[in-house]
């Protein structure tokens, strides 16, 4: 029954899962692959290699999971259409895009602003970027452990990274640690924040 195709389809439509248990043949079957994936964009893996390169295909995983990127070939992981499709749906599939798509600006930029997380998968380049920094740091403070010295020592930067997540001053500049500022702000928004400030501002009564 693994090898009937109406059988698989019927399984696939209602599982995308269901890909793994069928033959190695209708695992190479387009629109059996096609269905499978629309359901579920991970069932990608349990595709014929033939499909994880097939643009259609691909693009219809990763506009379902993104993380589906992950499966596709190398040639589709450095396909500008299909990451940008993949980090818009799921941040962390900046991960398994090209090298040269993780230094393209508004492939990160998208990741970015979905979650700020993802600055840790963008190229050096793009974490010494102070608009994609901005865009990282406003959505998730603590992705500021993963820019530049030159912009964890950026005042404005660092102030939208602690008012999104005190924690955030810990992977401040020493500078800006010291910063009065800065710290109260990223007390007020997490108490604990006060053991990454300077030891002067720790004797800050009003800090």
């Keep these: 029954l693994r090898a009937d195709r109406e059988v698989v389809l019927a399984a696939v439509r209602q599982r995308g899962w269901a890909l793994q248990h069928a033959s190695e043949e ?5 629109e059996i692959v096609l269905a499978a994936v629309q359901e579920n964009g991970m069932a990608l893996q349990h595709a014929s290699q033939e499909l994880q390169a097939d643009r259609e295909v691909v693009l219809a995983a990763v506009q379902q999971d993104g993380s ?13 259409e299909v990451v940008l499709t993949a980090v818009k749906q799921k941040h962390w599939a900046l991960r398994h895009a090209s090298q040269k798509l993780r230094a393209d600006r508004e492939v990160v930029l998208a990741a970015v602003r979905q979650r700020g997380w993802a600055l840790q998968h963008a190229s050096e380049e793009l974490q010494s970027d102070r608009e994609i920094v901005l ?40 500078e800006l640690s010291a910063d009065r500022e800065v710290v109260l702000t990223a007390v007020k928004q997490k108490h ?16």
């Design 192 to 207: 604990w924040a006060l053991r990454h400030a300077s030891q002067k501002l720790r004797a800050d009564r009003e800090v």
């Design 68 to 80: 589906a990127l992950a499966h596709a070939s190398e040639e589709l992981s450095a396909d500008r």
């Design 26 to 30: 209708l695992q190479s079957d387009r």
């Design 135 to 174: 865009a990282a740091v406003q959505e998730n403070g603590m992705a500021l452990q993963h820019a530049s010295q030159e912009l964890q020592a950026d005042r404005e930067v660092v102030l939208a990274a602690v008012q999104q997540d005190g924690s955030a001053l810990a992977h401040a500049s020493e």
